[in-house]
C-alpha cells in the first residue's frame, strides 16, 4: 500500500523553526517529485516547495523563500521541510505529496495541487 506520511508539525512560538519530515512506504520516493503544501482553515492549499527527483532542483512560493528549505534522503526514503523563522500566518496543515511525472509537468501539477499522491497532514501552529 502506497503511503505517505508526515510528522514534525507542533506548536511553535513566533521566530521559531520546525522541520518536517515526509516519509514513504510502499514505493521508492526517488522514483518522484515531491511538493510540500498548506492549508489554512478557511483558505484553498498552496503549494510550499517542492523538489525533483534528486534534489538538484527546488522551487519556493515566495511567503516561504529565504525561511523555508526543502531536501531528501533517498536512502531513508524520505523528504524534509526545514522551517525558521516562522510566523502566525505560516499557521496551516501541512501536507506532502508525490508526482510520478516528468519535473516540467509535476511543476504545472504543484501549481495546481494535482499530485498523484498525498499524505493525511501534520498540523503547525505558530502562536505565542
Known amino acids: 500500500q502506497l503511503q505517505l506520511v508526515e510528522s514534525g508539525g507542533g506548536l511553535v512560538q513566533p521566530g521559531g523553526s520546525l522541520r518536517l519530515s515526509c516519509a514513504a512506504s510502499g514505493f521508492s520516493l526517488d522514483n518522484y517529485v515531491v511538493g510540500w503544501f498548506r492549508q489554512a482553515p478557511g483558505k484553498e492549499r498552496e503549494g510550499v516547495s517542492y523538489i525533483s527527483r534528486r534534489g538538484r532542483t527546488t522551487y519556493y512560493a515566495d511567503s516561504a523563500k529565504g525561511r523555508f528549505t526543502i531536501s531528501r534522503d533517498n536512502a531513508k526514503n524520505t523528504v524534509y521541510l526545514q522551517m525558521n523563522s516562522l510566523k502566525p500566518e505560516d499557521t496551516a496543515a501541512y501536507y506532502c505529496?508525490?508526482?510520478?511525472?516528468?519535473?516540467?509537468?509535476?511543476?504545472?501539477?504543484?501549481?495546481?495541487?494535482?499530485?498523484?499522491?498525498w499524505g493525511k497532514g501534520t498540523q503547525v501552529t505558530v502562536s505565542s
Open positions: 505529496a508525490a508526482c510520478a511525472r516528468s519535473l516540467i509537468e509535476c511543476s504545472g501539477r504543484f501549481r495546481n495541487s494535482d499530485m498523484d499522491y
